[in-house]
């Protein structure tokens, strides 16, 4: 049988235990996820790529069915090129259902053997986001417990280097 292989694309900066938790869950149907890290998001990032592919490799370093890496481009495009047909989508509101909602429409217009799954997010990580995590850290609020003790660590260095 061939290897179940899906795409789970984000920023993730940072990568918070929302991400972790849709990438764990998602081994339990997939052999393999591709933590698949945008290149180009319309975002301004706290971290460079590479600081955010390598976060992603040091949270999941014990688990070789997690692979981490960088994409530009269009997604189906990116996922054609590694051969693989499924694209992992996080959900934690109805507000989200509407995007990506839109965004796996247009993948499936592109290209149609390109397949979405919607994942619901642990109800524990419902109110957190990217974006939330990066305002509570740099207004001096903690975020433990929110991101992985390794983000963690480098949302602290990061925000003091620029303080």
């Known amino acids: ?18 991400h972790v938790s849709i990438v764990r869950r998602s081994l339990d149907i997939f052999d393999k996820v591709i933590v698949a890290v945008a290149v180009h998001s319309g975002k301004n990032p706290l971290f460079s790529l590479d600081e955010r592919v390598e976060m992603v490799r040091e949270v999941f370093q014990q688990n070789p069915r997690v692979i981490a890496e960088s994409f530009s481009g269009l997604l189906v495009e990116y996922a054609q090129s590694r051969g693989v047909n499924t694209i992992i989508r996080g959900l ?28 619901m997010t642990d109800y524990k990580w419902l109110y957190i986001s990217s974006t939330i995590i990066k ?3 740099r207004l ?9 003790a390794v983000v963690a660590g480098r949302m602290r260095e990061r925000l003091a280097a620029t303080a």
């Open 140 to 148: 001096g609020g903690s975020i433990e417990g929110l991101v992985p």
């Open 92 to 119: 934690r509101a109805v507000s989200d259902f509407e995007y990506e909602f839109q965004m796996a429409l247009m993948n499936r217009k592109l290209e149609p053997n390109i397949h979405t799954v919607f994942m």
């Open 135 to 137: 305002d509570v850290a």
């Open 1 to 18: 049988m061939a290897e179940r292989i899906a795409i789970y694309p984000g920023t993730f900066d940072p990568l918070t235990n929302g």
